[in-house]
Nanobody, 128 residues
Framework: QVQLVESGGGLVQAGGSLRLSCTTS????????MGWFRQAPGKEREFVAA????????YYTDSVKGRFTISRDNAKNTVYLQMNSLRPEDTAVYYC?????????????????????WGQGTQVTVSS
């Protein structure tokens, strides 16, 4: 079993910043591809960002490109999502997820079904 715990959410004004963290336990963190997803009320859970095992490959959804940065620290078993220039439409519950299937070091995925383990989510609210 892999457990993921997110932190760092909160209430921020438009234009502000937050950094989300997700710490994992269980199997070796460096063997996981990691992703961030979000779900706003009444909407489907959507992809936000993904990072490969060696951090060589990162993907972002178009709406966050240039504002959000995904990174990882394999020594700390933690993946981060730095969110800058936040907008009200970024308001959602943010989830981190782990792809624990054996993949190439530089493989990352946007596909929700490829992630086997999920955190409990952390609320991000951006006021206008």
């Amino acid at each position: 079993q892999v457990q993921l715990v997110e932190s760092g959410g909160g209430l921020v004004q438009a234009g502000g910043s937050l950094r989300l963290s997700c710490t994992t336990s269980g199997r070796t963190f460096s063997s996981y591809g990691m992703g961030w997803f979000r779900q706003a009320p009444g909407k489907e859970r959507e992809f936000v960002a993904a990072i490969s095992r060696n951090a060589a490959t990162v993907y972002y959804t178009d709406s966050v490109k240039g504002r959000f940065t995904i990174s990882r620290d394999n020594a700390k078993n933690t993946v981060y999502l730095q969110m800058n220039s936040l907008r009200p439409e970024d308001t959602a519950v943010y989830y981190c997820a782990a792809d624990v299937s054996y993949r190439a070091l530089s493989y990352a995925t946007r596909t929700r079904a490829n992630y086997e383990y999920w955190g409990q989510g952390t609320q991000v609210t951006v006021s206008s």
